[in-house]
């Protein structure tokens, strides 16, 4: 009998600039609550991240990315006696080993095809139980044949792609949002460049985008809504033509892209969850990791992109409203398959619980 208060222990990369690592360790530490109401969670978080203070589950800070205190880390995994323990995009080889030694199953999520060949090196792959792929897999391809022989030898499955990773929206906390913020359904577009804390020539990105916005909301009938992010440390502008918020939870702002007419959004998790709900999408690039990404989407004609300028979002966007685009790219959306991973996170769990169980009785029963 699996027991009903596993112990999760969540480590994303976090640190001052990004958050979409920790943003999708929250949804699925949420999504466990859940399923196993008496779980114990406990999040490693870099104390550099905004977001560290207010992370609602239990944490440990460490002066850096956890990936950088291998000693704390491991004292963390030996003292807390976890059954799972989610490496998102972060863990030394020395930490992956350290949570199988205690017993506990390791979950690796990588988000690009550098990452997952990392997840996949033998002394990595030998002591993870899941690697699960944080992109669909016609942006991020197969692994190679040399990295399924490696798999084969250990035994071990190949990558799943999960894709988006994303609460399901409801109606009655989108009612709430259309009333807190005075908005109609489908006469929004959504603004919002990731955690808020990317920077091009010394500018945030956000800021780029809003002034775009500004112009949309001169020379078009819909409201731009911004949403800066938690990492964006300078105060909230006030524009009686725009909605400015500073942050959302996770499942409102699902809910809210869900109500949208579109959304001009940087190329990271948030486009692929854009991309799920069927929603035209303006990719704007605000990191390094995120062109490659884009460019999938846009092959696949799922999207419209532009260079982080606002005059070219501004001309886009306009572009991405008429109908003729509008029907495009939703057309090319519903041909895909369903791209949000969460139920396969929740079964995967379930089933490496079921087996540390077994495990255990079997080691009992000599």
Not at 125 to 135: C, E, L, R, Y
Not at 195 to 223: P, Q, V, Y
Not at 308 to 337: C, F
Request: glycine fraction near 4%; proline fraction near 5%.
């Amino acid at each position: 009998m699996i027991t009903s208060s596993p112990r999760f222990l969540f480590i994303p990369v976090s640190s001052a600039e990004g958050i979409g690592e920790y943003m999708r360790s929250l949804i699925l530490a949420d999504a466990i609550k859940v399923h196993w109401p008496h779980a114990e969670i406990l999040f490693i978080l870099s104390q550099a991240a905004p977001y560290a203070e207010t992370c609602p589950y239990p944490k440990k800070l460490l002066k850096q990315s956890p990936t950088k205190h291998i000693v704390e880390v491991n004292t963390i995994i030996s003292d807390f006696q976890p059954n799972i323990v989610i490496f998102d995009a972060s863990g030394r080889q020395a930490q992956l080993k350290q949570a199988h030694k205690v017993g506990a199953k390791v979950i690796f999520i990588s988000q690009h095809k550098r990452k997952r060949s990392r997840g996949l090196k033998l002394t990595r792959a030998s002591v993870t139980d899941k690697h699960w792929v944080a992109q669909p897999k016609f942006i991020i391809g197969p692994i190679n044949t040399f990295e399924r022989i490696k798999l084969k030898f250990l035994k071990k499955k190949e990558p799943t792609c999960l894709g988006a990773v994303f609460p399901t929206p409801s109606f009655a906390q989108q009612q709430t949002l259309l009333n807190k913020y005075n908005l109609k359904e489908n006469q929004f577009i959504l603004f919002n460049a990731g955690s808020g804390g990317h920077k091009k020539n010394n500018k945030f990105c956000i800021d780029i985008m809003a002034r775009a916005a500004r112009n949309i909301a001169l020379e078009t009938t819909l409201t731009p809504v911004i949403v800066y992010g938690s990492n964006y440390p300078n105060k909230i502008p006030k524009h009686s033509e725009m909605v400015n918020i500073k942050s959302l939870e996770n499942d409102d702002f699902i809910n809210l892209l869900a109500l949208s007419k579109a959304a001009v959004i940087s190329g990271g998790d948030t486009l692929l969850q854009a991309i799920a709900l069927h929603k035209p999408t303006l990719a704007v690039p605000v990191s390094k990791d995120q062109p490659d990404r884009i460019q999938a989407c846009r092959d696949n004609q799922l999207i419209l992109d532009c260079t982080l300028n606002e005059d070219e979002i501004a001309i886009t966007v306009k572009k991405l409203i008429t109908d003729k685009y509008l029907a495009r790219l939703k057309q090319a959306m519903a041909s895909i398959p369903n791209l949000n991973g969460l139920d396969i996170c929740i079964n995967d769990i379930q089933e490496l619980l079921l087996e540390q169980n077994n495990e255990k009785e079997n080691r009992n029963s000599y």
